[in-house]
């Protein structure tokens, strides 16, 4: 067989409109562009122009003769992947590719053969969701099980299901597989094996059954193997290395005997692996393919060398030695910073948004990434008070299926004549608290085993824990406020979320990260217990860190310019004061010698810190200071406290103490006219309350 290499395109005549397709590719993309037929393998950093080179081939190949548009399929990792690989071929002049996910693709091809081998019958309907036949399921599981997530049983479920594993060999495999499963092994088998009865009865597919019944139709029908191949010849995958073994069956079908396969991928970012995917598919793909080109691109288009030293420090940290080779111009050193608490965090997050703004950046090209959604209420109140518009990429907070349930739990309260509906403060919040365990079986103080050790049974606890903190904190500004007056505040944050700002900041997890990219980009709360997420480090299995790192790197790796790292010495955890550590990968970035810029907000942590109040929160008497006088200045003034300084810049001033008027200027809040009118008055009661 012919090395691919040997059958790229000849090079065009350089006014050939064929050369636009290759004229803004450095000469391994070009490579790549030109290697039109045969298997090719990609294996490339973030950002080197790996889904540019996916779009241009498959134009490059079908400007060229090599094949049809209506043969051309780009498999994408994603419905928006999708759409957005669909829309740069258009602009290519190629509407007739077929850009899709591998379901996507497998349900038309379903849809079409189905009725001929099924007396006529249409498709079943697709079950857009495992959760309406789980949940009745888990509900009847023993003792403490039935307040496992339904959603982690599907997900067990699914793992299962991408590897064709039976439910009567679930056990068994999992055990092999060194699993954990949600609940013990033989409940799983039970659960599964009865979702697939009930699925049956109800006569529907999920997304694994879909996958599933396309490779039996084309392993079984030679007829339709070859109709489906001979539509789609030529084929293209893009995130390759977050395939799972069902895909990958897939795809070896849709190929047959045919060889025209290119796949992209970065196996450093493998970020799927704990629904089934792996990375050992790209990896081995060479050796699979036989006579396979595998091609390396080694520059990076998209970030500034000073992010990508930091994202290549991280990677060889594990032993890596890949390095992302900038081409952009240099741009500011990132950021880490440490700070003493989550409150003076967010005011710095924030501020650190503000001036990006300030400098021009537009806000839709501001990225704030999380591990999990329970993240995103503090942040989307500090952005809200800060008068920063943003929106939630993915799944918000307000709509995770816990919260609003918990949400429903407080309306029928309020709407109750129970007397519970009309107690009010503090009252209020440990009734909420009660009556979320009793329905929810939610326990603020579980620990991962009680709770769960499934991914959606961490995400439910710390949203829980997440919006009782809003609860509590809302009872505490208000010792009068009552059920309905609590549903209201919340359904407001829920409204506010929901209706976010198209233009505005994006919030999203790192997950829904990949693939894309901003010019500024901020990473907060990177703590032991939430990256790596907690859970992965008392697994102790050394594959599920490794997966955080990836996250990690994912998220570092879609900055253009600015990157922000950081991290607070002490939060609120579980409704007490918690004091936190760096995570382990901000050690493993620290450079030979120091370049970073490392900001400490706050003086060193005193060792009995736990108990002192924390600077720059209620409580902390240089705060508290500043706010009575700004209260007084804004009564003089006869205007609003927040004209004459927002609570993030008196919560930083109260971190930093600063004892001079640059020192004070420095502060995000303090100008040039606010230095002049109060730098005096703050100056002297920083130093009257430091020298007390
Ligand atoms: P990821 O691993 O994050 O998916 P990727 O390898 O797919 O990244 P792309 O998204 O294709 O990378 O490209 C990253 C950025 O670099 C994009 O903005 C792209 O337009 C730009 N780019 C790619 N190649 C070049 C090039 N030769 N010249 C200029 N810009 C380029
Ligand atoms: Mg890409």
């Not at 970030?303 to 240099?330: C, F, M, Y």
């Not at 509590?472 to 700002?501: K, V, Y």
């Not at 993030?648 to 103490?657: D, F, G, K, P, V």
Request: aromatic share 6%.
């Amino acid at each position: 067989m012919a090395p691919a290499s040997l059958v790229l395109m000849p090079s065009l005549h350089p006014e050939d409109p064929r050369e636009d397709l290759l004229a803004d590719l450095d000469a391994e993309q070009r490579l790549a562009v030109l290697a039109v037929r045969g298997p090719v393998v990609i294996l490339a950093g973030a950002g080197s122009g790996k889904t540019r080179v996916i779009s241009r081939r498959t134009a490059y190949a079908i400007a060229t003769g090599v094949v049809p548009q209506d043969q051309a399929l780009v498999v994408t990792f994603t419905d928006k992947a999708a759409g957005e690989m669909g829309e740069r071929l258009r602009l290519l002049g190629l509407p007739g590719v077929t850009a899709r996910t591998f379901h996507a693709q497998a349900l038309s091809q379903l849809r079409h053969f189905w009725p001929s081998r099924h007396d006529g019958e249409a498709l079943p309907a697709l079950l857009p969701s495992k959760l309406p036949l789980v949940t009745p399921l888990a509900r009847h599981l023993p003792g403490n099980y039935k307040f496992r997530p339904a959603k982690d049983l599907a997900d067990e479920i699914e793992w299962a299901k991408v590897r064709s594993i039976a439910p009567r060999d679930y056990e068994r495999e999992a055990a092999a597989a060194h699993r954990e499963p949600p609940i013990p092994g033989d409940l799983l088998a039970r659960v599964f094996d009865q979702y697939e009865r009930l699925k049956v009865k109800a006569h529907r597919l999920d997304f694994e059954d879909l996958l599933l019944e396309t490779v039996r139709l084309l392993e079984d029908d030679a007829v339709a193997a070859e109709t489906v191949r001979a539509r789609k010849s030529w084929i293209s995958v893009d995130e390759y290395q977050d395939t799972n073994p069902l895909q990958e069956r897939l795809l070896e079908l849709w190929m047959g005997d045919r060889r025209d396969l290119c796949v992209v991928g970065d196996e450093d970012q493998t970020i799927y692996a704990f629904t089934g995917a792996s990375s050992v598919y790209l990896r081995s793909f060479a050796t699979r393919w036989p006579g396979a080109l595998q091609l390396s691109l080694v520059r990076n288009y998209r970030s500034s060398p000073q992010v990508l030293a930091l994202a290549n420090r991280l990677i060889a940290a594990e032993g890596r030695t890949k390095q992302l080779v900038p081409t952009r111009p240099d741009g500011p050193d990132p950021v880490t910073a440490k700070h003493t608490n989550d409150v003076v965090e967010l005011a710095a997050l924030c501020a650190w948004i503000t001036q990006r703004l300030a400098d021009g950046t537009k806000p839709g090209e501001v990225a704030v990434l999380v591990r999990m959604n329970a993240q995103l209420p503090p942040i989307e109140e500090a952005l809200t008070r800060a008068g920063i518009a943003y929106q939630v990429r993915g799944l918000q907070f307000y709509a995770r299926p816990e919260v609003r349930t918990a949400v429903l739990e407080l309306r029928k309260l309020a709407a109750s004549a129970s007397p519970d509906a009309a107690v009010t403060g503090a009252g209020l919040a440990g009734r909420v608290r009660a009556l979320w365990h009793e329905v929810l079986g939610f326990d603020e103080a579980a620990e991962d085993e009680e709770a769960g050790s499934g991914q959606e049974a961490r995400e439910q606890q710390a949203s829980l824990e997440t919006l009782l903190a809003i609860v509590e904190s809302l009872a505490a500004a208000d010792a009068t406020l009552t059920a309905s007056g609590l549903l209201a505040a919340l359904e407001a944050r829920a409204t506010h979320e929901r209706e976010g700002s198209a233009d505005g900041v994006n919030l999203l997890t790192l997950h829904r990260a990949k693939g894309l990219e901003w010019d500024a980009v901020a990473l907060p709360s990177l703590e032991e217990g939430n990256l790596p997420i907690r859970q992965a480090v008392s697994s102790e299995d050394p594959e599920a860190v490794a997966e955080e790192r990836r996250l990690l790197y994912v998220g570092m790796t879609r900055a253009r310019e600015h990157l922000l790292l950081s991290w607070a010495l002490q939060r609120d955890v579980r409704g007490r004061v918690a004091r936190r550590e760096a995570s382990r990968f901000l050690d493993d970035l620290r450079p030979p010698r120091s370049n970073r810029v490392t900001i400490l907000t706050g003086s060193p942590m005193h060792p009995a810190a736990d108990r002192a109040p924390r600077p720059g929160a209620s409580g902390d008497p240089l705060f508290e200071a500043l706010r009575v006088w700004r209260t007084e200045q804004a009564r003089l003034a006869a205007v609003p406290p927040y004209v004459i300084a927002h609570d993030n810049t008196l919560a930083l001033i109260a971190e930093s103490r600063p004892r001079t008027r640059p020192a004070l200027r420095r502060i995000p809040g303090i100008g040039p006219d606010k230095l002049d009118r109060y730098g005096d008055e703050i100056l002297a009661i920083v130093e009257r309350l430091l020298a007390g």
